[in-house]
């Protein structure tokens, strides 16, 4: 990166993020003559395509191409939103606005750091945008954590979305009839929901064939979800657990009345209608053959095994905590009950207490500070990638690049500037809404650089002189080096998967039935396998 580019970083770190605008309708202008910004955008999730819209509405001419792992896109959307939420997934049309444009470019089942180096991808273009999501789950840190009948609520709900990389996750829902949850964000109430819905609705819905088929054969009548604080820190919201409380046949444990802050009348209205909300409850149902509880202050401290057979999971001591102040949304753990332990049985568990991302392969050699602890990309606060040399940062070691299988023979500078969005840029919280603010500040950000001649394309090579950019040039290089990129999938090819998915779910009375494997999905775009 050149001098300039470093210096201006360190003024953006300091700089406020932007706000007051509605970034959604600011006007659609291109400020410099000549030509329009080349952008690469990693991740091709919620966070990649609102990137994508902003850059194209506020520079008329911009040229995007995402690149995909998979070979199918929409990331999260797809694979996160759960099977009985169509109406979060809407936004996979405008998604599909953006990239019927002529200047944006799928490229799909292509693993940076891996199928093609991140070097080769920075040197072609104007502005590369990391913009993927969190692959690597927190764990608990038990003994017997790693054996059967415990899982992550990511790979579950992976696995029941589609996620080829848990396609043989095959949880097994008949060794007992209680599951827990460990986490109380919405991501384990929907866990719980699926669990406990009855199938003759989630059949209806996108969730794949062989987790129905798995699902029929569960025997789990009770969820705990289990936090180590209480009520008014949980991180679930009021749309999921009303969902939960609806659910025909289910009764729900009420929850004892000191955990709640003794005036609810205090707070503000959107904690108050959630604190209402589970005090009130759910009346019950005698008839009711489910139920599902929310148990608060207890960190597990062990998994209790049988015995006679360890990969048999019988239940989890928890520790009883105590907290500073009930009534604080942000109250921490003062004291863990070292003498005071809680058994709850169960017979499966899921861990849902957070992930983060990992860094690509090669990131530090186009200048890119990841940092391993947080998940997350060193960025002056709005999106723009501080550089491994900025002071602030200097004393944190950047990422070692492990795991690429082949270098470049003469590894150039990156020409582009970097920048990142979503969950790569501010850890996995929030919803898509929030998604979309985030990536509009992102695209703002690369606007006002473009329009201040920070970003310039003449400073971006022209491959061999052919004047290439973009994808060409970088397939054009790769290729060149023997890197193999005949498997890319593009969007005529996804349009393809697509087709067959909703063709294949119509016969099943459902929006859609998704490929489970990459090959699958290959076959079906008709690329090599």
């Given at each position: 990166m050149s001098s300039a580019w470093l210096t201006r970083s360190r003024v953006h770190a300091i700089r406020p993020a932007w706000g007051g605008r509605n970034l959604a309708y600011s006007?659609?202008?291109?400020?410099?003559?000549?030509?329009?910004?080349?952008?690469?955008?990693?991740?091709?999730?919620?966070?990649?395509?609102?990137?994508?819209?902003?850059?194209?509405?506020?520079?008329?001419?911009?040229?995007?191409?995402?690149?995909?792992?998979l070979p199918v896109p929409f990331g999260l959307v797809r694979f996160g939103v759960a099977p009985d939420h169509p109406e979060v997934k809407k936004c996979q049309e405008e998604f599909e606005q953006v990239a019927s444009s002529p200047e944006f470019n799928f490229v799909g089942n292509i693993q940076l750091g891996h199928d093609l180096p991140l070097p080769i991808l920075a040197k072609h273009y104007d502005a590369v945008v990391f913009a993927y999501g969190a692959s690597k789950d927190k764990e608990l840190g038990l003994e017997?954590?790693?054996?059967?009948?415990?899982?992550?609520?990511?790979s579950f709900v992976g696995w029941y979305n589609g996620l080829p990389e848990y396609r043989n996750l095959d949880p097994d829902l008949s060794t007992g009839e209680v599951a827990t949850v460990i986490g109380q964000g919405n991501v384990a109430l929907d866990v719980a929901r699926i669990l406990l819905s009855k199938l003759d609705k989630l059949k209806k819905t996108d969730l794949t064939e062989y987790a129905v088929d798995t699902l029929e054969k569960s025997?789990?009548?009770?969820?705990?979800?289990?936090?180590?604080?209480?009520?008014?820190?949980?991180?679930?919201?009021?749309?999921?657990?009303?969902?939960?409380?609806?659910?025909?046949?289910?009764?729900?444990?009420?929850?004892?009345?000191?955990?709640?802050p003794p005036d609810l009348k205090k707070l503000e209205r959107p904690k108050r209608r959630l604190m209402e909300l589970l005090q009130k409850g759910k009346p019950n149902d005698p008839n009711a053959t489910r139920s599902w509880s929310l148990q608060f202050l207890?960190?597990?401290?062990?998994?209790?095994?049988?015995?006679?057979?360890?990969?048999?999971?019988?239940?989890?001591?928890?520790s009883e905590n105590v907290l500073e102040d009930i009534s604080d949304p942000a109250s921490r753990v003062s004291a863990k009950g070292k003498d005071k332990n809680v058994t709850l049985e169960t017979s499966l568990l899921f861990r849902s207490i957070g992930y983060r991302a990992e860094a690509i392969p090669g990131m530090e050699l186009v200048g890119a500070n990841f940092n391993t602890r947080s998940g997350i990309l060193h960025?002056?606060?709005?999106?723009?990638?501080?550089?491994?040399?900025?002071?602030?940062?200097?004393?944190?070691?950047?990422?070692?690049?492990?795991?690429?299988?082949?270098?470049?023979?003469?590894?150039?500078?990156?020409?582009?500037?970097?920048?990142?969005?979503?969950?790569?840029?501010?850890?996995?919280?929030?919803?898509?809404?929030?998604?979309?603010?985030?990536?509009?500040?992102?695209?703002?950000?690369?606007?006002?650089?473009?329009?201040?001649?920070?970003?310039?394309?003449?400073?971006?090579?022209?491959?061999?002189?052919?004047?290439?950019?973009?994808?060409?040039a970088v397939k054009a290089e790769a290729e060149s080096q023997g890197y193999d990129l005949t498997k890319v999938v593009n969007w005529d090819g996804w349009r393809r998967i697509d087709a067959v998915e909703k063709e294949t779910g119509k016969g099943r009375g459902k929006p859609?039935?998704?490929f489970g494997t990459v090959s699958e999905m290959a076959n079906v775009a008709s690329v090599p396998i």
């Open positions: 006007q659609s202008v291109s400020s410099r003559d000549g030509p329009t910004p080349r952008v690469a955008i990693v991740g091709s999730g919620p966070a990649g395509f609102y990137t994508a819209r902003k850059l194209m509405r506020e520079i008329h001419g911009t040229k995007i191409d995402m690149y995909e792992q017997g954590e790693d054996k059967p009948n415990v899982y992550s609520a990511r025997k789990i009548k009770h969820v705990h979800v289990v936090g180590r604080r209480g009520p008014m820190q949980a991180a679930f919201t009021i749309k999921e657990v009303r969902e939960l409380l609806q659910l025909e046949g289910v009764n729900f444990q009420s929850i004892p009345p000191e955990l709640f207890l960190s597990p401290n062990a998994l209790i095994r049988d015995k006679n057979n360890p990969d048999v999971l019988k239940g989890v001591s928890y960025h002056d606060g709005v999106g723009r990638i501080l550089p491994i040399d900025v002071p602030e940062h200097k004393n944190e070691a950047p990422t070692t690049n492990t795991n690429i299988t082949q270098q470049p023979q003469a590894v150039a500078p990156a020409k582009a500037h970097l920048y990142c969005a979503g969950w790569v840029k501010r850890g996995p919280t929030g919803v898509i809404a929030s998604t979309m603010s985030d990536a509009f500040q992102t695209a703002e950000a690369i606007v006002q650089d473009w329009r201040n001649a920070i970003t310039k394309s003449d400073d971006v090579s022209t491959e061999a002189g052919l004047g290439m950019r973009g994808w060409p859609r039935e998704k």
